[in-house]
């Protein structure tokens, strides 16, 4: 029986380079764009922005750009591995894996955000999430290579675990936005990415994620589901936990203010 890994290990750790030295320049090039952007006059608000927040905003560029690849390119793996006009066996489906090098990108960008991110944050400005972030990209780093070297039946519910990466992309946009205080914080479009962040992570990461670990289940067996698989999932579950807990705080908050807003309309 072949693995996956068996079909992409030809250009695997090449393409996982040139992916890495790919997001370090997106980075240091970010990095010297905030350093320009700083010295520039009007660009006060970005001077007011702490080292910590400008870290992350460099993080956040990186991953929307690295997610701008992984994202469409896991949304053909899937419509094309349901296609019936193209191969459906083992092979075609690892063979199109191969080919749009989805795999090398998302091990790049969670090695890079490693070391250019969540360590830096850890350290020196003691992040809270941190070491949640760590746990992330080593167990995801580790279902990666529990998945490569799998049988390469597994190879078509890959996709499904990459697309979870959409909801990453509208939190980028949110964080972003929120960090630089744009004005589009207070406009429909916020709201939307605000709405899209929560629906691609609910269905993407909470009913998608699991369909995806269900059958995975049946192809590497409990075990491995149980150690490697049950504590990500978990850990979306964890985060759901939070955002619901965080909109329920803002709507309490909405709530306090209307009231106080009538006892003051009252007492006029």
């Not at 490569?148 to 990466?165: A, N």
């Not at 990453?168 to 899209?196: C, D, H, M």
Request: aromatic share 14%; glycine share 2%.
């Amino acid at each position: 029986m072949t693995s996956v890994f068996d079909h992409i290990s030809s250009t695997f750790l090449l393409d996982t380079t040139a992916f890495i030295e790919a997001l370090l320049i997106l980075n240091f090039y970010i990095y010297f764009i905030i350093e320009i952007a700083k010295r520039i006059p009007e660009n006060l608000w970005i001077i007011t922005i702490d080292a910590k927040s400008q870290s992350a905003l460099r993080s956040y560029f990186v991953t929307i750009c690295s997610h701008f690849y992984i994202v469409p390119a896991s949304i053909l793996l899937i419509y094309s591995n349901n296609d019936p006009n193209l191969g459906q066996s083992n092979i075609d489906i690892s063979s199109r894996l191969a080919a749009y090098k989805v795999i090398p990108c998302m091990v790049a960008h969670l090695i890079v955000d490693t070391f250019t991110a969540v360590i830096p944050d850890w350290i020196i400005f003691n992040h809270p999430d941190s070491a949640v972030y760590m746990f992330h990209h080593i167990n995801s780093l580790i279902i990666t290579y529990t998945i490569l070297c799998g049988p390469d039946s597994i190879s078509v519910y890959l996709p499904h675990l990459l697309i979870c990466e959409c909801s990453q992309i509208f939190n980028s946009i949110r964080v972003v936005l929120s960090i630089i205080k744009s004005p589009l914080k207070e406009t429909l479009f916020y709201s939307v990415i605000e709405a899209g962040f929560i629906v691609s992570f609910v269905s993407l990461r909470i009913v998608n994620l699991g369909f995806a670990f269900y059958n995975i289940l049946h192809l590497l067996g409990l075990y491995e589901c149980t150690f490697i698989f049950a504590p990500l999932y978990l850990l979306q579950v964890y985060w759901l936990f939070l955002i619901v807990a965080k909109l329920l705080s803002r709507k309490n908050e909405k709530n306090d203010d209307s009231k106080e807003s009538a006892v003051k309309v009252k007492g006029q």
